[in-house]
């Protein structure tokens, strides 16, 4: 599976939108990117996944460079709950029992 | 709310001692995980059920113990632990294991384990 760099942290002010970029520049042409977020003494949440083009749901949005060698998530409006540590991972369909946690980027939502 | 509830969620136990997680699901997937996350370190990926098979161990030591009676529960059974196993025990499941329509992972909130 591809590795992915995403920075260790960032802010957002309140009711901002909040750019989290992901590079992921070996990415092969059947891997998926997904992106998951973790809260302070929670579980992982799934957040959004994609292949090439642009996807959109309640929770956020996520482009895809044309070359696929970089995403970012966008939460459009983030809030203070939105607090938490973000996951991009590179994954091949069909094997999302395999997911690799990093890192992340640990997103703070300051009033 | 994640659909995913693991008991208990905080756990002190000696070396000696035997002690057993649980999760369960209410989202009638079939796969379910045992994940490990230790302070400062990535999530690892311990075992993998799918439809009640066991599918995955990471090489995990033998004093942690799966079990899978149903695609509903799952059990974490520990003994004589030591005190580097000390970490956020989470669970979570997904409708199947390797499907090519993706099925997102739902985790449990974790059962905090400190190992005296």
């Known amino acids: 599976d591809a590795k992915t760099t995403q920075p260790t942290s960032m802010d957002c002010a309140e009711g901002r939108a909040a750019n989290l970029p992901c590079n992921h520049s070996t990415i092969s042409g059947n891997e998926y990117v997904y992106w998951y977020r973790q809260i302070h003494s929670q579980g992982p949440q799934y957040i959004i996944h994609?292949?090439?083009n642009n996807e959109t749901n309640e929770m956020a949005s996520l482009i895809i460079t044309e070359d696929r060698k970089s995403s970012t998530l966008i939460l459009p409006h983030a809030t203070l709950r939105d607090t938490a540590v973000y996951y991009c991972?590179?994954?091949?369909?069909?094997?999302?029992?395999?997911?690799?946690f990093g890192k992340g980027t640990k997103l703070s939502v300051k009033p | 709310e994640t659909g995913v509830t693991q008991t208990p969620r905080h756990l002190v136990m000696g070396m000696t001692n035997k002690k057993s997680l649980k999760c369960e699901q209410h989202?009638?997937?079939?796969?379910m995980y045992w994940y490990k996350q230790s302070a400062k370190k990535p999530l690892e990926l311990m075992f993998v059920?799918?439809?009640?098979?066991?599918?995955e161990n990471n090489s995990v030591p033998s004093r942690f113990s799966p079990e899978c009676p149903n695609s509903s529960h799952l059990f974490l059974h520990l003994h004589t632990l030591q005190p580097e196993d000390s970490a956020l025990y989470l669970c979570?499941?997904?409708?199947?294991?390797?499907?090519?329509?993706?099925?997102?992972?739902?985790f449990g909130n974790g059962t905090r384990l400190t190992v005296t």
């Open positions: 991972i590179a994954l091949v369909r069909g094997s999302q029992g395999n997911l690799i």
């Open positions: 059920y799918n439809f009640k098979e066991q599918t």
């Open positions: 979570a499941s997904s409708q199947d294991f390797g499907s090519l329509e993706y099925s997102p992972l739902h």
């Open positions: 994609g292949l090439k």
């Open positions: 989202l009638g997937h079939n796969a």
